[in-house]
């Protein structure tokens, strides 16, 4: 699978868009928000810059997207105000792979421009957005550029399908499965760790060219509390779709060679496999960490009881946002409704047994001088 061609979240603003099923996401970017804000105030009170370069790296197409901006302005421009200082110029980048829906983003700028006018008055500012589409497993920007960098529900995405998965067993290493799983042989769990080390270590080593000296950065990502890879509070969502799609192998509808083929490009790390990379790469200063959940209907809580249906069918469109184009990729577009309709009947069944929630991990981080 080329991930850069094929991972996209859905564009547009449809039933089954990204922008109209991330409330996974946005529950996240509003737990993560306090340490965000604090890790935006304490790098503008250290320089007192005139000028700020933030970046989000992975910011997808939605209201997420400069939901996330717009914190991290307010939280600077209220302690410029609090200082007397004026607010500095904040040069703004969105970044993605290249196939993200930037349009989408770009016509929304008039109308988040005008907004902040309105709100903040004329000394504010200014602000200009761009979009920089590119892997950030990878130099994206130019050197001593960024100030502060942001990033939410991304690093999750591997740079690749780990490569021994299709070397391994003629290349059936995971066969039945699409993630690791209980299932999995010991050395496709060891082929996910070291792809993301691999990964991650090039992610915080190219942010930290780009960065300044006393660059701040924020990250958010699907991972487990657990030691455990094979942990059913990571894997257990995408064992529902391998069941899903192996139901379709016993009626005919697929090839069983075609699920055995297809992994998925992510990975769920622990705390203690994020912090051994950022000790290895030696550039960042872990200045803050958190495990937040959050549950995988997000809509479905305490206050608000949905039936099982109801919230399975929620869980099937927020997994069909971002997981369609790598799906319909391999398996065809034909068949997508019909499996994320069983998938959805699956994920009823589950939480009728159980309510589970995504384990999310979030780092703060500072360059060290
Ligand atoms: C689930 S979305 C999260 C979007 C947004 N940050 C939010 O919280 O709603 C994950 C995004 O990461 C992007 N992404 C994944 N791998 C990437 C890479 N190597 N470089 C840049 N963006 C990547 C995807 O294209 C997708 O838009």
């Not at 209201?63 to 600077?76: C, Q």
Request: charged share 25%; glycine share 8%.
């Amino acid at each position: 699978m080329e991930v850069q061609r094929v991972l996209r979240m859905n564009g547009g603003d449809g039933e089954t868009s990204y922008a109209n099923n991330s409330t996974v996401q946005e529950r996240a970017i509003s737990k993560a928000k306090t340490i965000v804000e604090d890790s935006a105030v304490a790098l503008y009170c250290t320089t007192l810059a005139k000028s700020l370069g933030i970046a989000d790296m992975g910011c997808s197409s939605g209201a997420n997207t400069l939901l996330v901006v717009s914190e991290i302005i307010d939280a600077i421009d209220r302690k410029c105000r609090h200082l007397g200082c004026p607010s500095p110029e904040f040069r703004v980048f969105l970044n993605d792979l290249p196939g993200n829906d930037f349009n989408t983003i770009f016509k929304s700028l008039p109308g988040f421009y005008e907004k902040l006018k309105r709100d903040k008055g004329p000394d504010f500012g200014p602000c200009f957005i761009a979009g920089m589409p590119g892997s950030f497993y990878g130099r994206v920007f130019p050197t001593n550029s960024l100030d502060f960098v942001h990033s939410s529900y991304s690093v999750h995405w591997l740079s690749q399908v780990p490569p021994e998965l299709q070397k391994g067993m003629g290349g059936l290493l995971n066969k039945g499965n699409i993630y690791m799983a209980k299932t999995s042989h010991p050395a496709v769990f060891k082929a996910y760790l070291e792809q993301f080390e691999r990964d991650f270590f090039l992610f915080l080593r190219s942010r930290s060219e780009e960065m300044t000296y006393a660059g701040r950065l924020v990250i958010t990502l699907m991972g487990r509390r657990s030691l455990d890879p094979s942990s059913g509070e990571c894997c257990y969502i995408w064992e529902l779709m391998a069941q899903s799609l192996m139901d379709m192998v016993s009626q005919g509808i697929i090839e069983e060679a075609k699920v055995d083929s297809f992994n998925l490009p992510h990975y769920t790390p622990s705390i203690q496999e994020l912090i051994a990379v950022i000790e290895t790469e030696g550039s960042f200063h872990l200045d803050r960490s958190e495990i937040i959940e959050i549950n995988w209907d997000p809509t479905n809580d305490d206050d608000n009881m949905l039936d099982k249906f109801t919230s399975g069918w929620n869980v099937a469109k927020i997994m069909r946002a971002v997981s369609e184009s790598m799906l319909a990729s391999h398996f065809g577009e034909a068949i997508m409704d019909d499996l994320y309709k069983r998938y959805g009947e699956k994920v009823a069944e589950h939480l009728s047994m159980e309510k589970t929630k995504h384990i999310n991990l979030i780092i703060s981080l500072s360059k060290k001088f």
